[in-house]
């Protein structure tokens, strides 16, 4: 269990938050599309999932085997 709560940050614990928060609106106003929506966006940080993936907003580090060499500059006039 304790392994499962170290991955938890700020934006995760709003996110439930949040979801909850919708569920409980729904619930009071008898809107049962905002109960499942609300639903949906709990289970989200409870599984850790989101829109992008895991990695899936991140962009790859070219590697590359060539060294950079030093780049010269020509004045133009």
Same mark, same amino acid.
């Given at each position: 269990?304790m392994n499962y709560l170290r991955n938890w940050n700020v %934006?995760?614990? #709003?996110?439930?938050? /949040?979801? =909850?928060?919708?569920?409980?609106?729904?619930?009071?106003?008898?809107?049962?599309?905002?109960?499942?929506?609300?639903? %949906?966006?709990? #289970?989200?940080?409870? /599984?850790? =999932?989101?829109?992008?993936?895991?990695?899936?907003?991140?962009?790859?580090?070219?590697?590359?085997?060539?060294?950079?060499?030093?780049?010269?500059?020509?004045?133009?006039?």
């Amino acid at each position: 269990m304790m392994n499962y709560l170290r991955n938890w940050n700020v %934006m995760r614990i #709003l996110r439930l938050a /949040l979801g =909850i928060f919708i569920v409980v609106q729904g619930i009071q106003a008898g809107e049962w599309l905002l109960v499942v929506l609300g639903g %949906m966006f709990s #289970l989200m940080p409870l /599984l850790n =999932i989101g829109c992008c993936g895991v990695s899936g907003c991140s962009t790859p580090i070219p590697r590359s085997d060539k060294k950079i060499t030093d780049t010269i500059y020509e004045e133009v006039r």
